[in-house]
């Protein structure tokens, strides 16, 4: 975990792996620890789903994710949900999937051969994944201020609060990826990010994608599921 | 050393550049299909549409999991690790749904 | 860790080491420990005097309820009293006490040095300890949480629940589970990866095989608590709809997400206690456990099943008959892995050569108490019979044979077990078996009227009642019974700071124990193994010591070459202390970073409380500070070496 990349950040993987650690299986204490916490994950957006799936429909007032609404007062809501937009935040989600396998790749094969220039640069790579990231918070961020702009926040009604409850974790699950790039690339460019810092990197993709996969899922059962 | 144990876990197969640009272009194009789908008001209206969406996601789901996140080629541990709580929050899921859409007789 | 001594590295490794600053002394070195074994004391400790904490409160309680009517604590006082005993004994006393036995024992059973992150591992305990204040204190300002342990929304939302009682227990869980998740990563990947050479999953102690299950069950069912924690968190402070009826909220989702966590939590309970019961009873039987693939498989289907039978809480809801009928038969199924292991602990002790000394009793114990605690929770799992119990003091029976019963006894068991390999002496004997009666006739006192004043309709959670309806003869005996095990627990108490002192020592193995913690110095020195053992069977000092209870058991001979003692475990019968730098052996080093986290995070909770009241600068103060302080602390730990 983020814990644990410790000594391998700062000393530069040298002084803490001076002796051979004995493990059982042979895999890194932190791989191990990362798909744990991954399974654990599971548990909680599985909790935050199931309660927007379980609300779906039954708030009072609206606005509505999918239909139009008329208030008691007469104004008119459409229906707040916007795909096209969506659609794009989710394509560059996806894409940044794609930089950091790449920017991984970089890392672990810095040096060999078809790995020069940009194509294995991991600096580049993982500013790409970061940008990307922050274009996906960006978008996230227009929507919910267009949300409320069109009269839906957190306490108008159901959908308001399991939306913004789901999509507002996801969204911090994101920044903090976005933090946790950027320290990568802030020491890629300090003293340089080479095969023995895979691990850390690795680490660091496996969080990144399975943030991916949860925008996956709600992306599909939020917005494209009426 | 370190890169003993980064030996250790890669004496598989690494997916090349090639197969994690095909793996991209899928993902762009069943999500592409997805978005398709919804603005088919036909299609969206069928008993197929919610099957069909969510097996989409689920293939989407699965080769992240398997390609990007390297599961298909990684130690069996991990494996374990990820799809236990995976098929235990699955199956909440479904019970949730299932429990909320009671609704008594009468 | 290292598994051989000296090479250059190590060389260099010592000499900074030498030139580091001296070893750290007195209350610094427990604030600054990345020891398991420290740790697993101040667990042991700070959850010891919960207990205490608890049983007042437990003994405020029934004093209360002794007879009819009576006004010894006020309605209100009444509620934050069971909603503290409640949420005290299940967060702050049996979880700590297993994760006690948990940081003390595994590195030990699996041959490590330590768990797979030291310093992640003294931050858990901080942030138990700094939580369990956070929770606590309200008491003391007559703010202490009254929802209930299990708080039901919307009691426990901001129109039923307004006041800061509730805004305690739902920080103060948020701060626990943070704790306890943190615990559960450490020793899923130190079980996995850190068990010495030759220690298959299936030669693997049975106490480590349950923990192992129990943190599965506490990263998978924490995250679904933290989400119902932080649903009615927005509710109560942002005025969300969760749980809001008029909005369309339902009441339901709160008592699913909450039981979803809470039936795997009751697992949680009982498996490490289950666990020490499996490394007693072998020993004192002087005879191997029987069925041990049995037991590691029944512990793992608990565990499995442990997530579908979470709404047998909920039969009186109204969820239907066909929701009604799984959950039922679910729970019924679940029955047969934890029956199955009764049976295989009796046939353990059959044609063994028994002891008795106190932890067997308290071994023996759980496995009566325990049965009966199933057999009432079998009971509930018929939702017509369920019907008329649940609610009522049947119920209260029931959860009490189980967890003072069982997970209790169980504790008890461990601590007399492992005392001496602890502090290095035998607790009293004479003063044990005291302990253990007055607390089986207390137990039994206490609770089992509880089975007939829940029959004849007594609700929980009712702070009096009124004569002749037929319960007051089993509340007067009750109490009287509380009284006792008040006596038993001071009795406890006193056992345990006498022994320390003045217990008979007890050397490396005094109880002819098979597994590889008692083949080391007892206390351990900080290294736990002066050199990584290779093991060669599931009981390797019987193995070495005792052949004959070997038969029927496999084992393998590691290779001449690979041994490099005469013997397949190194046999540390050494009583002189070589230290770590002697032996070359690289030691983390102590530090004050993951305390400094704990605190951050402690700040920044209190800030939310702070927020609640209204005082708004004050409250961004803290909030901002405190996770400053965090994020700088967390910065400064990793970006510091571990050893």
Known sequence: MIVANAAAVASGAHEAHEHTHYTTTSLDNRKIAIWAFIGSECMLFASLISTYLVYKGRSVVGPFPHEAWTSPAGQLFKPILNIPVTSASTFVLLMSSLFMVLALAAVENKGKPGYEGLQGSSKFWLLATALAGATFLGFQAYEFTSFVHEGLTIRTNLFGTSFFTLTGFHGTHVAVGVLWLMTLLFIDIRRGLGPADAIIVDICALYWHFVDVVWIAIFTLVYLIK | MSNDRAHADSTHEHPSWKQYKWVALWLTLITALEVWAYYMPAFVASPMYKPAILVMMVIKFAIVVMFYMHLKYDNKIFRVLFTGPLFIAACTLIAYVFLFAYRPVG | ?643
Do not use: C
Not at chain 3, 346 to 364: D, H, Q, V
Not at chain 3, 412 to 426: D, E, M, S
């Open chain 3, 1 to 643: 860790m290292a598994l051989s001594a000296a090479t250059p590295a190590h060389a260099s490794a010592t000499a900074r080491g030498a030139s580091q600053s001296p070893e750290p002394s007195g209350l610094w070195s427990w604030l600054t420990t990345v020891d398991h074994k420290k740790i697993g004391i101040l667990y042991l400790y700070t959850a010891l005097f919960y207990l205490l904490v608890g049983g007042l409160e437990a003994v405020l309680i029934r004093t209360q309820l002794a007879r009819p009517n009576q006004s010894v604590v006020s309605a209100e006082t009444y509620n934050q009293l069971f909603t503290m005993h409640g949420t005290t004994m299940v967060f702050l006393v049996i979880m700590p006490l297993s994760a006690a036995f948990f940081n003390y024992l595994i590195p030990l059973q699996i041959g490590a040095r330590d768990v797979a992150f030291p310093r992640l591992n003294a931050f858990s305990y901080w942030v138990y300890a700094l939580g369990g204040l956070f929770i606590t204190l309200p008491i003391f300002f007559g703010v202490a949480p009254n929802g209930g342990w299990f708080g039901y929304a919307p009691l426990s939302g901001p129109t039923y629940g307004g006041g800061f009682n509730m805004d305690f227990w739902v920080l103060g869980l948020q701060i626990l589970g943070i704790s306890s998740l943190a615990a559960a990563f450490n020793f899923i990947t130190t079980i996995i990866n850190l068990r010495a050479p030759g220690m298959t999953l299936m030669r693997m102690p049975m106490f480590t095989w349950m923990s192992l299950v129990v943190q599965f069950l506490v990263i998978l069912a924490f995250p679904v608590i933290t989400a119902a924690l932080f649903f009615l968190q927005f509710d109560r402070f942002f005025g969300t709809n969760f749980f809001v009826v008029q909005a369309g909220g339902d009441p339901l989702l709160w008592q699913h997400l909450f039981w979803v966590f809470g039936h795997p939590e009751v697992y949680i309970l009982i498996l490490p206690a289950f666990g020490l019961v499996s490394e007693v009873l072998p020993t004192n039987s002087r005879k191997p456990l029987f069925g041990y693939n049995v037991m590691a498989y029944s512990g793992i289907m608990i565990g499995f099943l442990g997530f579908g039978v979470w709404a047998h809480h909920m039969f009186a809801v109204g969820m239907g008959p066909v929701a009604d009928s799984i959950f039922s038969m679910t729970t019924m199924l679940i029955g047969l892995p934890t029956g199955v292991k009764i049976f295989n602990w009796i046939a353990t002790m059959y044609g063994g050569s028994l002891r008795f000394p106190t932890s067997m009793k308290f071994a023996i114990g759980l496995i009566a108490m325990f049965t009966i605690g199933g057999i009432s929770g079998v009971m509930h799992s018929s939702p017509p019979s369920d019907l008329q119990q649940t609610d009522s003091y049947f119920v209260v029976a029931h959860i009490h044979y189980v967890l003072y019963g069982g997970a209790m006894m169980g504790i008890f068991a461990g601590i007399y077990h492992y005392f001496p390999k602890i502090t290095g002496r035998l607790m009293n004997e004479r003063i044990g078996t005291w302990h253990f009666w007055l607390n089986f006739v207390g137990l039994n006192l206490t609770f089992f009227p509880m089975h007939f004043s829940g029959m004849l309709g007594m609700p929980r959670r009712i702070y009096t009642y009124d004569a002749g309806q037929g319960w007051d003869l089993f509340n007067m005996i009750s109490t009287s019974g509380t009284y006792l095990l008040l006596v038993a627990g001071l009795l406890f108490a006193f056992n345990f700071f006498w022994s320390r002192k003045h217990g008979t020592l007890a050397g490396n193995d005094p109880w002819g124990a098979p597994t590889l913690e008692w083949s080391i110095p007892s206390p351990p020195p900080e290294y736990n193994f002066a050199q990584i053992p290779e093991v060669t069977s599931r009981y390797p000092l019987w193995d070495l010591k005792a052949p004959g209870t070997m038969a029927g058991i496999e084992h393998s001979h590691a290779d001449a070459a690979s041994i490099n003692s005469a013997h397949a475990v190194p046999m540390h019968e050494e009583t002189e202390r070589r230290t770590a730098r002697e032996l070359g052996i690289p030691m983390p080093f102590p530090t004050v970073k993951p305390f400094m986290v704990a605190v951050g995070i402690l700040v920044t909770f209190s800030g939310l409380i702070v927020m609640h009241a209204g005082k708004f600068p004050l409250a961004m103060t803290m909030m901002l500070g405190g996770a400053s302080f965090m994020v700088g602390s967390l910065y400064a730990w990793l970006t510091s070496p571990l050893e």
